[in-house]
């Protein structure tokens, strides 16, 4: 099979899995878009991170779930440090649109190359340079790893900056 015929027939089943899932919201309405309205203000409330719905398309160091669960990521051992090296990795990554949020918040979004899915990433810095993180997706049911990926790449690059040893993979 030629390069073409097989990225079509990825980005056609990636597409048609996507819309299975977005077919369980069908008929919402409203109710999608409070969902969506009420997402964003637990977001901005006082608690470090939005929970992760029951979908395993997210991921929260906050999670109790293993299904969910990642480990926080590695600080630089201050807040500002922290914050500052985060920023550093950003940008370095492709597709990636972030802001900072208050003293301690990162909001990133990180858009897929092929069928420019969304996913939102939140970053909670504390003041010991400790960094809790939430990464889901904005729609389907299943994001195929994605968002355990992103983490586990975004947890390699500090660790690589940190001068770190990297964990072994085979």
């Known amino acids: 099979m030629r390069i073409d015929t097989v990225n079509r027939l990825l ?19 409203d109710d999608a878009s409070n969902e969506s309205s009420e997402r964003q203000n637990r977001m901005s409330d006082t ?13 929260s160091s ?9 480990a926080p990521l590695p600080g630089a051992g201050n807040r500002a440090d922290s914050l500052a090296m985060l ?15 208050g003293p301690a918040r990162i909001q990133a979004r ?4 092929i069928l ?8 909670y810095v504390h003041d ?5 993180v939430r990464s889901a997706s ?21 660790n690589a900056r940190l001068g770190q040893p990297q964990p072994s993979h085979g």
């Open 128 to 132: 010991d340079g400790l960094i809790d």
């Open 47 to 59: 608690r470090l991170l939005a929970p992760c719905p029951s979908a395993p398309n997210c991921v």
């Open 62 to 70: 906050l999670a109790e779930d293993e299904r969910h669960r990642v």
């Open 11 to 29: 980005a056609t089943l990636l597409l048609g899995i996507a819309l299975a899932a977005c077919q369980g919201n069908a008929g919402a309405g």
């Open 87 to 101: 920023e550093e990795v950003l940008d370095t990554l492709p597709r990636v649109a972030y802001e900072r949020i």
């Open 138 to 158: 904005r729609i389907g049911y299943w994001d195929l790893g994605a968002n355990r990926r992103r983490v586990e790449d975004l947890r390699e690059r500090l």
């Open 116 to 123: 420019r899915f969304v996913d939102d990433v939140t970053l």
């Open 110 to 113: 990180f858009t897929s190359r």
